[in-house]
């Protein structure tokens, strides 16, 4: 058995990766939101939000994404209590490419 070890490692990598990679959809979403919010929110699976009071687009969390009005409101013009958020609308293609992206990217809860 230990001599299949490395072989069923290099396959457990290679699947996870390949698991996790963003679809077509998805990489147009991050585009475009990349465009419309990275100049406050950290928009991928990494890095900070440049603006202190903008949370990370990977911490959203369930109750925002697995909101059944979460992709209509996207449609209709999202917007924030923030005063200075501007309002976004996206037709329905992009906006269940959003929804894709940002469940994809989503940080794993840390147990309490």
Same mark, same amino acid.
């Given at each position: 058995?230990?001599?299949?070890?490395?072989?069923?490692?290099?396959?457990?990598?290679?699947?996870?990766?390949?698991?996790?990679?963003?679809?077509?959809?998805?990489?147009?979403?991050?585009?475009?939101?990349?465009?419309?919010?990275?100049?406050? $929110?950290?928009?991928?699976?990494?890095?900070?939000?440049?603006?202190?009071?903008?949370?990370?687009?990977?911490?959203?969390?369930?109750?925002?994404?697995?909101?059944?009005?979460?992709?209509?409101?996207?449609?209709?013009?999202?917007?924030?209590? $923030?005063?200075?958020?501007?309002?976004?609308?996206?037709?329905?293609?992009?906006?269940?490419?959003?929804?894709?992206?940002?469940?994809?990217?989503?940080?794993?809860?840390?147990?309490?």
């Amino acid at each position: 058995m230990n001599r299949f070890a490395p072989a069923l490692l290099a396959v457990g990598v290679l699947w996870s990766s390949v698991s996790q990679a963003l679809d077509l959809e998805q990489r147009r979403a991050e585009a475009l939101l990349q465009q419309m919010c990275a100049r406050c $929110h950290a928009v991928g699976k990494t890095g900070t939000s440049r603006n202190e009071l903008a949370p990370p687009f990977r911490t959203l969390g369930e109750n925002k994404l697995y909101d059944p009005d979460f992709m209509e409101r996207l449609q209709e013009g999202y917007s924030s209590i $923030h005063r200075f958020m501007p309002t976004f609308r996206f037709g329905r293609d992009d906006a269940a490419a959003v929804v894709s992206y940002l469940r994809a990217i989503q940080e794993l809860r840390k147990p309490k």
